[in-house]
Each structure stands twice: as structure tokens, then as C-alpha cells.
């Protein structure tokens, strides 16, 4: 389910889980201490389950202490800004002096509060650009000793504590992803950069250049280049392609530290090219046809998978519905006039929709879909492209067919990030000095059993 709503990469998946986990142990422990206390004061055990599990949920404010059965999800994160005391009203009747702030003054409060919580937060490596003051992808980790922020496509794990109150200086950023960060976030322009493709930009005295990534609209790869001559290439999200190898930029530069994307830095991940993918989808569309009341649904993320649905319309020649806000974002994505027309926001205008990737990750969710259309269709064929529906270890497909009743459901390892195939070609390619994981990278052994696989 955590695949299926987004949460794709491994780190974040062991994080939530073991924060569900930590959540009902310490949750578990605050209901039996209270139980016991109750215990010994009345000398029985007669404690309704409600009461109990009010008074294990009460938040103890005395300044230092607060019970684990209350800790937000966020607390167990790197980055949590959940440190700040809360102000507590008197108990004991009497009214208390608190001091009172402005609005204005509140927000200074409070921002200066939250940057007393990251303070101890250390930044990972691969936020951090060697020889330079910039951070890429470092929302989460804002601070006032920046004000060169990078940002390498909009997808929310690379944004993520970005808010419409960043007053930290400067994002840099592609313009499809500056018109997102705009649209979605309300970051007003001023404080948004956009910087072009294929041509060096010099910021803060760093020669700067950006490169399609070959991941989602608007994703790019940024080669930075230090007054100390050690270039560092970030790649954001990326995955290599023939078109890459070609950048003369990549050809002539050495490269000292490469800061890559990990996904899928296992060799059991070897899944076939996009242009595989695509066809495979159209073929099973065209065989899946013999129902003329059958509704076929293509996953997509608020960005993302576009190439595959947009190659479904054109080779089919068939409108693909999108709903309004969906339909939103793709008029940010420059698309030509010709591409926009494959889309429509009328339902009834088409039996081939995008839907949201975690709405077709099981059957249950697929049954309920079937329930709603009932009236319309008879068959519901569903296709979720990414590469975690890869199957690890088997003979690469380009995809896999499941059926319950009149649902049909396929997995097709459609992926906008490099297979390890890849991910070893570009390394070989680049050549760099150091690399840094970017993705599971849980610290100095997992990144070096990373950095191993890839040099052998």
C-alpha cells in the first residue's frame, strides 16, 4: 500500500513503518502505566477501556515532558520541526501570566522557534553541494545560513517543507517546476529563478548548469562547478538514455563527486526500456478492446508517467480524460497544442482515464472504481506503471496480467528512474572521484555497499 500511494523508495517505506510501530509500542506503554497507577490509588482494576485510553492520550505540559502515546508521525523524522514547547494554561486555577504577540510578532516567534528545532538537525550529505553554499532538495532542512536552494523536479519528496512562507532567499529551478511550485505551493514569483537548459548560468560566483533528467516534466540534472575545479554533478531523479551520453557538457567535464539518484541500486532490478513498456501497453489495450464497454485506467502521480499516456493517444488515436486539476498541471508541462488536444476533462469523452497511481494498487480499490461505473462498463482494465511491479529476479517483461471477476489489473515496470543496468553505465560513464548515494542511504555502510555494487 505504501508502494502504491506513492511512498516508493525503501527508506522512507522502513521509516514510516517502524514509526507506526515505535507509536504502538510507547501507545501501549502509556495505556498500561496508567492502568497501574490507577491500580495502586484505588486498589482495583475496574477501569473503563475509554477513560483509559483518554487519560493515556493527555498531553503532560510542565515544560519537559510529553508521552510518547502523543508524539506526531514527524517527530521520528530528521528534519521534524515538532520541537517547540507547547504553552500549557494552569491547572491549578489560576489564570497565569502568558505573554501575548502580535501577528506579526507571533510569526517571527514562531519562525525563530522552528529554527531552533533544526539547528541539531544535520543536513544529509546529499543535500549539500561540496566547495559551494547551495543545498539541493533540502525543504525539510531550511535554515538562515542558506539562501541558494535548489530544486530538481516537483515531486513531493524533494519539496517537501517547502511552503508559501519560504523566505530563505532564492529556489533555482526549471520553468515547468517554477510554474508548479507557483501554481501548487503559492511561492510568488520573486523568489523563484529559472534556470535554462544546456546553458551555464553563474550564481554566487559557481558556474551552474542544468540538464534534461529524463525523469518527470520539468526534472533536471544540475552540474555545478566550484572555484576549487572539483565539479559535482546532482541528478536529482534521472534516468540515463542515449540522448545523455551525447551532452557535450558530460563528455568534457570531469567529474569529482556525483551525487545520484540510488532507487534502484539493485541488481535484481533490471526492467526493460520505456519505449518497451509503452508498446506493451498499447498492444494489451488493443487486445483487452473486444468489450466496447470496457474502461481502461492509466496510474499517474501529480506529475509523471505523461510520455506513456500521451504515447496511448496519439498511437491510438483516442482522447485520454483527465480531471480539472489534473488537467491543470499538464497545461504547465509545454506541452505543443497538438499534444494537448489528446486531453479532455469530459468523461464521457473517452474510455481510457488517468487516474491517481494508489486508487489502482489493489483490487479492493479497483472493485469499489467498478462500483461506481457500473452503469457505463462492464469491464475495468487497469494498468499501474512503475517500476516497484518489476519482479525481481525473473525474466525481464515489460509487464504482468492479473484478473478477479471483471477486473483485470496490470503491472508494467514503467520507471522514470535508472535500472541498475543503467545506473552502472552512467557511472562508468561519468567516471567520477566519489559518488554519493541519494536514495537509501542510511549511512556510511549502506552508502558504501551502494558505491560497491556499482564500481564491480
Known amino acids: 500500500d505504501l508502494i502504491g500511494i506513492g511512498v516508493t523508495a525503501l527508506g522512507p517505506r522502513k521509516k514510516i513503518l517502524h514509526t507506526l510501530c515505535e507509536i504502538k509500542k510507547e501507545y501501549s506503554r502509556a495505556v498500561e502505566s496508567n492502568k497501574d497507577a490507577h491500580v495502586s490509588n484505588d486498589g482495583s482494576s475496574s477501569y473503563h477501556g475509554s477513560e483509559r485510553h483518554k487519560e493515556a492520550s493527555k498531553v503532560i505540559v510542565d515544560g519537559s515532558s510529553k508521552p510518547a502515546a502523543n508524539k506526531l508521525i514527524t517527530d521520528f523524522f530528521l528534519g521534524s520541526i515538532t520541537n517547540v514547547k507547547k504553552v500549557s494554561t494552569p491547572t491549578n486555577g489560576q489564570s497565569g501570566s502568558r505573554k501575548s504577540f502580535s501577528g506579526s510578532d507571533r510569526k517571527k516567534h514562531a519562525a525563530k522557534d522552528q529554527s531552533k528545532g533544526r539547528k541539531h538537525k544535520d543536513i544529509p550529505t546529499w543535500c549539500c553541494v561540496p566547495g559551494t553554499p547551495f543545498r539541493v532538495d533540502a525543504f525539510k532542512y531550511l535554515r538562515g545560513d542558506c539562501s541558494h536552494w535548489f530544486l530538481t523536479h516537483f515531486h513531493m519528496d524533494h519539496y517537501q517543507g517547502l511552503t508559501r512562507s519560504f523566505h530563505h532567499g532564492k529556489i533555482y529551478c526549471s520553468l515547468i517546476t517554477a510554474r508548479l511550485v507557483n501554481m501548487k505551493i503559492g511561492i510568488p514569483w520573486d523568489r523563484l529563478q529559472v534556470l535554462p537548459l544546456n546553458q551555464k548560468t553563474t550564481i554566487a560566483g559557481i558556474d551552474v548548469t542544468c540538464l534534461e533528467a529524463n525523469h518527470c516534466p520539468g526534472s533536471i540534472i544540475i552540474l555545478f562547478e ?18 545523455m551520453a ?72 483516442k482522447k485520454i480524460y483527465v480531471n480539472a486539476a489534473k488537467f491543470r498541471v499538464l497545461k504547465c508541462l509545454d506541452f505543443s497544442k497538438e499534444d494537448i488536444q489528446w486531453f479532455t476533462t469530459n468523461e464521457h469523452e473517452s474510455h481510457i482515464h488517468v487516474m491517481p497511481m494508489w486508487t489502482l494498487a489493489s ?26 511491479t518489476f519482479s525481481k529476479g525473473k525474466k525481464k517483461s515489460p509487464g504482468r496480467r492479473w484478473q478477479q471477476g471483471t477486473i483485470i489489473r496490470y503491472e508494467v515496470p514503467y520507471s522514470e528512474h535508472c535500472s541498475f543496468t543503467e545506473l552502472k553505465e552512467f557511472v562508468k560513464f561519468v567516471s567520477p572521484e566519489h559518488i554519493i548515494p541519494s536514495v537509501n542511504n542510511d549511512g556510511r555502510d549502506s552508502a558504501n555497499a551502494m558505491v560497491s555494487l556499482l564500481l564491480n
Open 226 to 243: 566550484p572555484q576549487n575545479g572539483k565539479a559535482v554533478l546532482h541528478t536529482g531523479d534521472f534516468r540515463f538514455s542515449e540522448e
Open 363 to 388: 483490487f479492493k480499490r479497483l472493485k469499489h472504481m467498478s462500483n461506481q461505473y457500473a452503469g457505463r462498463f462492464s469491464l475495468i482494465v487497469a494498468f499501474s506503471p512503475t517500476g516497484w
Open 246 to 317: 551525447s551532452m557535450s557538457v558530460l563528455q568534457t567535464c570531469p567529474i569529482h563527486t556525483l551525487i545520484l539518484d540510488t532507487t534502484y541500486c539493485n541488481p535484481l532490478y533490471d526492467f526493460p526500456k520505456q519505449e518497451a513498456v509503452i508498446q506493451f501497453v498499447i498492444e494489451a489495450i488493443q487486445a483487452e478492446s473486444f468489450n466496447p464497454k470496457t474502461l481502461f485506467l492509466i496510474g499517474s502521480y501529480t506529475i509523471g508517467k505523461e510520455r506513456l499516456f500521451l504515447e496511448v493517444a496519439r498511437v491510438l488515436r
